[in-house]
């Protein structure tokens, strides 16, 4: 049973970083990809970030020079490095995961992916 658990959320003033780490359990393939979605009140569920064992890396427009993913251990942790945040960076982030490479142009739907964790809430004041 695959388990993903998100920590590192927290509170920033606008300009400031966090580090959101998730830790898988239960995988047992490769290759693996992770992502990292967003979702604030009122909102859809977005993909922020993408990234498989192959080193396929994708960003949502939005935060493409502010965001770094990173992934090891075979996919069981990964890392979102969040710097210059911005209010509207605000939500609840979630680590999910799949089996396989992450879709090229569809990494960003959020019923592509297979396992998801409970999410880490994020805030970010002016």
């Known amino acids: 049973q695959v388990k993903l658990v998100e920590s590192g959320g927290g509170s920033v003033q606008a300009g400031g970083s966090l580090r959101l780490t998730c830790t898988a359990s239960?995988?047992?393939?490769?290759?693996?990809?992770v992502a990292w979605f967003r979702q604030s009140p009122g909102n859809e569920r977005e993909g922020v970030a993408a990234?498989?064992?192959?080193?396929?890396?994708r960003y949502l427009d939005s935060v493409q020079g502010r965001f770094t993913t990173t992934l090891d251990n075979a996919g069981n942790t990964c890392y979102l490095q969040m710097n210059i945040l911005k209010p509207e960076d605000a939500g609840i982030y979630y680590c999910?995961?799949?089996?396989?490479?992450?879709?090229?142009?569809?990494?960003?739907?959020?019923?592509?992916?297979?396992?998801w964790g409970q999410g880490t809430q994020v805030t970010v004041s002016p």
């Open positions: 999910a995961a799949a089996y396989g490479r992450f879709h090229r142009q569809l990494w960003g739907i959020a019923n592509r992916w297979d396992f």
């Open positions: 239960g995988l047992e393939y490769e290759p693996v990809a």
């Open positions: 990234i498989d064992t192959e080193g396929n890396i």
